[in-house]
């Protein structure tokens, strides 16, 4: 992107509160000092219980931005629950057709991950929002870098296996919970030969043994070539037994290879990554 493109900032999952406007005007602030432009949709603050707007109408706001050709990307600033029920109104041929990317988490992994299903496209998952928080400054930076000068620092995470070597594939998934709302549908993708990345902001034992055997019953650990294990922030704050690391093993099996980040998931320190893409992860030699 070039100083002055426009942007557009959506809200296809939970409506933010009215309280967040003056965070989100911070927001707006940052992305102009960058070089960016927000163009806001209309559907961003609550309205009804949950909802900015109804299902059609968030998704005509999100195909007006793909439409416009003055558009250079989409970011979607929620999360929540309720971004599937835009995506049997969303016109994949046009999105197919448009060279912008939506950027999104958490809940958003249902439309990352359609997107990739229904057109091959990428998708990044990361919160712009995090320029807001902690570690602003950095992700600012490293932001900025990664849209104004194609630089890699925001897409650069360190990883560990917890077994095997090494793996090769596209990257599919994100958030364990939301990944699991396409199974069933015209939506879900094919795990053949892919990196599954699994992370969680929520959820102990009992929900993440719920989401493990769902995808075992589903043959997925039959099929990927790899699981990334982003962080899983309530197993890992409270110190939950067993950890998500004996939980995957335990159903995945011991021949698949498994590696694990602390750098992508929930947390205000997470990098970015691309889902679609193709990545090699390999073992670092001492």
Known sequence: MQQGDKVAIVCCSNGEPRSYQEKLERLHDILMQIGLVPVWSDYIYERDSVFSGTASQRAESLMDFYRDDSIKAVFDI????????????????????????????????????????KTGKTSVLYQIRNMLYDCADRQREEFAKAVM?????????????????KMSGIVIGGNIRCLLKLAGTPYMLDFTDKILLLEARSGGVAQMVTYLSQLKQMGAFNKVSGILLGTFTQMMKEEFNPTIYNLIKQYAGEDIPIAYTMQIGHGTDSKAIVIGEKYMLESKKD
Do not use: C
């Open 149 to 165: 000068h194609q630089q890699k620092d925001l897409y650069d995470f360190e990883y560990q296996f917890l077994q095997g070597q």
């Open 78 to 117: 929620s999360g929540g629950d309720i971004a599937n029920e835009i995506l049997p109104y969303l016109d994949f041929d046009v999105i197919a057709k448009s060279r912008k990317r939506f950027w999104g988490y958490s809940d958003l992994t249902t439309i990352m991950n359609a997107i990739y299903a």
